[in-house]
């Protein structure tokens, strides 16, 4: 594998902009929606007229029929790659990106229960995950109406989307997925993903321009045993039903369903929360990690480390790595073999000062829940040889995690004398939240509950505070311009803690107060922190700028898709302010 320069990175993300060409075909005409600042008057979205976007992405969801590992398998993939193109972000301007829908249609209608069955799997829409932007999930886009329905563009649609990036957002590594709910887990785990680069002061810090500039993607790709009789591939992921879990049987004629009766016809595939037949782990593409289905135990995959990409970097050299853990539901405890991590930013969101992070064998640097970023500086050791970047075994999820090697640096060459930077642009956009700042407490429980009452056709109940997701209820509002702190609970084995869960919410960054009773030992700006099973995590939130209905939950993608989401709604001020008058007002005087 080619290593990605910043030049190539660049040169990969021109390569993603589009003509202004319109969409052939059956195609059906969205208009663009503009957003609203604070800055503008109206109290609604103004409408673009279409022929006046010109978008700077084009983001075409296709099938892909490629090989990986020796398999010739069907994936979904934007514009033919895996993963998707990058995207540049920069500060101030609006990014328009189109999103063309040009999957096969799928007919999931006779798969019964509710929204949180897993449903329409050819319909699509983009999520601008870590952005402090708009509310871009319900249609129309940035709209806080209640009731608003989540966006979704049918195969042969397309919509486009300009997203408005403010000129304080911080620089680092983002990413793009789709989260059209239903369809979510089955889309991102079969290639949907791609990166998101917001350029700014941190890449003009001498130490850091100087150093190489890595992009490490790293996803998974699930599939199945196609029952396509004349297929030219031989795996996909098309779940034929929503029966997750005991679809599995040695011979196809024995497949169940979760409540144990046979599918009717014989399936070999069925949604599943990570028990895919075959499961490839990728980077930028590349396929380091193979698990299959076991029988004998199906939480434990059999697995084989696959030949991971090598990082060349010379003695003293200092190189930049940013990593994605894109994956559907893999918790990644990260390591560099022999090696500092220079922690330079999470999520996007770059620290005062690089943090240190000391190898300790055996010993995790940083965790990488899924949708987590991290950006590290390496200076490689004066010994030549091969260093590995681990993912380190784990056993805080429900399927076995074993140690996983992602990528090898190969330190060979003429001795260099590169420095890692003492100090980092400060955040602008994220100041810190003093404590007399928050105006309001909340708690969310995310729990699991097995066999699924309330989820009986999935077979399992994935909620927050015991409720399923609703599309159209909308029981949290917070208002603009205030502060809350937020504690995020996952309870014990015996009040529905089967696991830990990642914690992610739109619009607005959070700050860690805490995890597990610790509190960070520097501050911590994030949007998705892991949250083990019988702890709490608690975070501090500033809901600046946008308005809006918009969502937090589970990012363990087959949990979202069930009903581990919430909608919550931010509205322009505080109804208590907007009813009182001054005295001054009135045209009286204070006596
Ligand atoms: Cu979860």
Not at 110 to 127: A, E, I
Not at 486 to 514: K, Y
Not at 555 to 575: A, K
Not at 581 to 586: A, N, V
């Amino acid at each position: 594998m080619k290593n990605v320069s910043r030049r190539n990175f660049m040169a990969l993300a021109a390569g993603a902009a589009a003509s202004a060409a319109a969409p052939k075909g059956n195609a059906q005409q969205h208009p663009a929606e503009h957003h609203m600042t604070m800055e503008e008057a109206a109290p609604l979205p103004l409408q673009a007229n279409e022929e006046h976007f010109v978008p700077d992405y084009t983001l075409e969801v296709k099938w892909k029929i490629m090989t990986i590992d020796g398999h010739k398998v069907k994936v979904r993939a934007y514009n033919d790659t895996i993963p998707g193109p990058p995207i540049i972000a920069k500060p101030g301007t609006t990014v328009k990106v189109r999103v063309k829908n040009r999957l096969t249609p799928y007919d999931s209608k006779d798969w019964g229960g509710d929204m949180n069955v897993p449903h329409q799997l050819d319909h699509t829409n983009l999520h601008l995950h870590g952005l402090d932007i708009a509310p871009h999930i319900f249609e129309p886009l940035g709209t806080s109406e209640v009731t608003a329905p989540m966006i979704s563009i049918g195969p042969g649609e397309y919509k486009d989307y300009p997203f408005v990036i403010p000129k304080d957002q911080s620089p680092g590594l983002n990413w793009y997925h789709p989260h059209a709910h239903g369809s979510t887990a089955v889309q991102a785990v079969s290639g949907m993903a791609g990166g998101i680069l917001v350029p700014g002061a941190i890449d003009e810090v001498p130490e850091i321009k100087a150093a190489a500039d890595y992009l490490l993607v790293v996803q998974d790709i699930g599939l199945f045993k196609t029952d396509e009789p004349h297929a030219d591939y031989t795996e996909s992921f098309e779940p034929k039903q929503n029966a997750i879990w005991q679809t599995f049987a040695k011979d196809k004629s024995e497949s169940v369903t979760i409540d144990g009766k046979p599918t009717n016809p014989p399936q070999s595939c069925g949604f599943t929360t990570g028990d895919y037949h075959l499961r490839f782990y990728m980077v930028n593409g590349t396929p380091f990690f193979r698990e299959a289905h076991n029988f004998e135990k199906p939480t434990s995959p059999k697995h084989k480390q696959l030949e991971a990409p090598v990082f060349k970097m010379r003695p003293g050299e200092v190189a930049r790595f940013r990593m994605l853990n894109g994956c559907s539901d893999l918790m990644m405890p990260v390591q560099v073999e022999e090696h500092t991590m220079y922690l330079l930013a999470m999520d996007g969101n770059n620290f005062d000062h690089p943090w240190p992070k000391e190898y300790v064998n055996n010993a995790s640097q940083v965790v990488l829940a899924p949708a987590n970023r991290a950006e590290f500086l390496i200076r490689a050791c004066d010994t030549p040889g091969k260093y590995k970047i681990l993912q380190l075994a784990q056993n805080a999820q429900f399927l076995e995690a074993v140690q996983k090697t992602i990528a090898v640096i190969e330190v060979e060459g003429e001795p260099m004398d590169m420095k890692i930077p003492r100090d980092l642009p400060p955040l602008t956009r994220d100041t810190p939240i003093r404590p007399d700042e928050i105006v309001r407490k909340r708690r969310f429980i995310f729990s699991g509950r097995f066999p699924g009452e309330k989820n009986p056709v999935v077979g399992i109940d994935f909620m927050i505070n015991n409720q399923l997701y609703d599309e159209f209820a909308v029981p949290t509002t917070v208002y603009r311009g205030t502060c809350e702190e937020w504690t995020i609970e996952v309870p014990d084995s015996a009040r529905g803690g089967t696991e830990g869960h990642p914690f992610h919410i739109h619009v607005n960054n959070f700050e860690v107060v805490s995890q597990a009773g610790i509190e960070p030992q520097h501050r911590l700006v994030q949007d998705t922190i892991w949250v083990a099973q019988d702890t709490a995590t608690v975070i501090r939130m500033r809901f600046q700028e946008w308005i809006g209905k918009s969502v937090f939950h589970c990012h363990i993608l087959p949990h979202e898709d069930t009903g581990m989401m919430q909608n919550f709604l931010i509205l322009p001020e505080h109804p208590k302010h907007h009813h009182q008058r001054t005295i001054e007002s009135l045209g009286e005087k204070n006596s």
